[in-house]
C-alpha cells in the first residue's frame, strides 16, 4: 500500500506539481488573444489531483448531477455533526435553522452543503444510473432518521441563484415535499412551522393556497441582477449604531423568495417571520485554504444572518462553522470558537505577518484589512474579546518595527488600522485601557502628519 501512494505521487503528483509554472504563460496566453487549455476546478487539497496543473481555463460542473453520490456521504456526515453539537449543547435537536448557500463550494464539492439539508429534511436525491444527473427526491422514512426533519431557510449567494436554478427548486420541491406528509409534527418540524403559519394567514383572509405557498418560502437571495448583502458598505461607511441596524440591512438586501414558478419577489416581510424562528445559522467550509477571516464576505453572509436573526428574535442565535476540509473527519465549531482558533492560527502569527511583509503595500493593506474584517465580525456578532482587540493593538499597530515597516511601504494602512481599533473603543465594542487608546491616538494623528507632509511635498 505505501509502495503504491509513493509511484503515485511521484508518477502524478510531482509531473502535475512541476507543471504549475503555466500559470504565468496561461495568463500572458489569455491577454495575448491565444488559446488556453481547458481544465477541471476543485481544490487540490481536497484529494482532487485531477484538476492539476492549474494555469488552466477551467469548466465547473453540470448543475443537473448536484448533489454527487460522494457529495451526498459527506453531506449525511455534516448533517449528523451538527445535530450532535446541537444535542450535547441543548439536549434536543434545533427545529429551525438558517444555512448560507454559495455558489463556489457547489462546484468544488458537487453540492455537499445541498447534500446535507436535503438530510436534514429529511429527503434523498434519485440519481439516474446511466448519466448521474438528478431525477427527483424520494423521502426518507421517518424510521431511517436519527432526528425529526429539520426546518432549514436558505440565504443563497446572488452566484449560486444565477449558476444553480434547478437547485434553488430543487429544494423548493423538497419543502412541499416534507410539508405534505402525513406524519406528527413532533417529528417534523418543517410541517408544524408551515401549517401554524398558514393557519395565521387563513385568519387574515388570505386563501388557503394563497397561504400555503407564502407559508413555504424558505429560498432567500439578492433580488435579480444584484448581489451581496449590504453588510461591508454599512460598517465602513459607519452607518450604523447596533447590530440591529446591520440585520435590517441584511434583510432589505437579501429579502427576495425564489422557488418553484418565484423568481426574485419581494418578500422581506416573510423572511422576518422565517427569522423570528431561526435558532441557529450555519455557513460550511470545504477548505483550510481560507477561513472565516479571509474576506468580508464571510461576514456578510454569515454574520449578517447572525445580526438578522437578533433584530427580528431578540436574542443572538447559535452559529456554527462547519469544517468539511477533510470529508473523512468533519467537525463543526461555534464561530466564536472558529475565530479565535484562525486568530492564533494566522492572524497573530508571526510567520504569517512576516510573509505578508514581503509584499510591501499590498501585504500591509492585507494586514488593514484583516483588523477591518475582525471588527465587522464583532459589529454583527458580537465575537471578539478585549484580548483580541489587544493583541492586534500590540502586534499590528503599536510595535516599533511595525510602525517603521508601515510608514515606509503603506502609511495608510496603518492609519486605518489605529483609526479602526478607536473605533471599536468607541463603541464600546473593546473595553480599552485609557493608556491604551491615548497610545492609538498619537499613533493616528502623527501618521496622519506624516501622510499630510508626503501629499504637501
Not at 461555534?334 to 499590498?362: A, C, D, T
Amino acid at each position: 500500500e505505501v509502495r503504491r501512494v509513493v509511484e503515485f505521487i511521484r508518477d502524478v503528483v510531482l509531473p502535475k506539481l512541476e507543471q504549475t509554472t503555466e500559470e504565468i504563460d496561461s495568463v500572458v496566453a489569455a491577454l495575448s488573444g491565444r488559446h488556453v487549455l481547458p481544465g477541471g476546478s476543485g481544490a487540490p487539497t481536497r484529494g482532487m489531483v485531477d484538476i492539476l496543473p492549474t494555469g488552466r481555463n477551467f469548466f465547473s460542473v453540470d448543475p443537473f448531477r448536484i448533489p454527487s453520490p460522494t457529495a451526498w456521504i459527506t453531506g449525511k456526515a455534516l448533517g449528523d455533526a451538527l445535530i450532535e453539537r446541537h444535542m450535547n449543547e441543548t439536549g434536543k435537536p434545533p427545529e429551525s435553522i438558517g444555512m448560507v448557500i454559495w455558489g463556489s463550494p457547489t462546484m468544488r464539492t458537487m453540492g455537499e452543503d445541498i447534500a446535507e439539508a436535503f438530510y436534514l429534511m429529511g429527503v434523498r436525491p434519485v440519481w439516474n444510473s446511466r448519466n448521474g444527473r438528478i431525477e427527483g427526491l424520494e423521502i426518507i422514512p421517518s424510521g431511517e432518521l436519527k432526528f425529526p426533519r429539520v426546518d432549514v431557510t436558505f440565504r443563497t449567494s446572488g452566484f449560486f441563484r444565477d449558476s444553480f436554478p434547478n437547485l434553488m427548486e430543487l429544494l423548493d420541491d423538497a419543502v412541499a415535499m416534507v410539508t405534505a406528509l402525513d406524519e406528527p409534527v413532533e417529528n417534523n418540524f418543517l410541517r408544524k412551522h408551515v401549517l401554524t403559519e398558514v393557519e395565521e394567514l387563513v385568519k387574515r383572509g388570505i386563501d388557503p393556497e394563497t397561504a400555503l405557498r407564502e407559508a413555504s418560502f424558505r429560498i432567500f437571495s439578492d433580488p435579480p441582477g444584484v448581489y451581496g448583502a449590504g453588510i461591508p458598505a454599512a460598517i465602513d461607511a459607519k452607518a450604523w449604531e447596533k447590530s440591529e441596524d446591520l440585520g435590517e440591512v441584511y434583510i432589505t438586501w437579501g429579502g427576495y423568495a425564489y422557488g418553484k414558478g418565484v423568481y426574485g419577489e419581494d418578500r422581506r416581510e416573510v423572511f422576518r417571520r422565517r427569522l423570528s424562528d431561526i435558532s441557529l445559522v450555519v455557513k460550511n467550509e470545504d477548505s483550510r485554504e481560507y477561513d472565516l477571516l479571509s474576506s468580508d464576505d464571510f461576514n456578510a453572509y454569515f454574520g449578517g444572518f447572525v445580526a438578522a436573526v437578533k433584530t427580528v428574535s431578540g436574542n443572538y442565535p447559535k452559529a456554527y462553522s462547519g469544517d468539511a476540509s477533510d470529508p473523512d473527519r468533519v467537525r463543526y465549531r461555534s464561530i466564536q470558537e472558529e475565530v479565535k482558533h484562525v486568530f492564533r492560527s494566522r492572524i497573530l502569527n508571526p510567520k504569517w505577518m512576516e510573509g505578508l511583509m514581503r509584499h510591501g503595500y499590498k501585504g500591509a493593506g492585507d494586514l488593514s484589512r484583516a483588523v477591518d474584517i475582525s471588527f465587522h465580525w464583532d459589529a454583527t456578532s458580537d465575537v471578539m474579546e478585549d484580548w483580541m482587540y489587544d493583541a492586534l493593538s500590540e502586534k499590528y499597530a503599536l510595535d516599533e518595527k511595525m510602525q517603521e515597516w508601515f510608514k515606509e511601504v503603506n502609511p495608510y494602512a496603518l492609519q486605518n488600522i489605529a483609526e479602526r481599533l478607536l473605533e471599536a473603543a468607541s463603541r464600546g465594542m473593546w473595553n480599552a485601557s485609557e493608556e491604551m487608546k491615548k497610545r492609538l491616538e498619537d499613533l493616528y494623528l502623527d501618521v496622519e502628519g506624516d501622510i499630510e507632509e508626503r501629499t504637501d511635498a
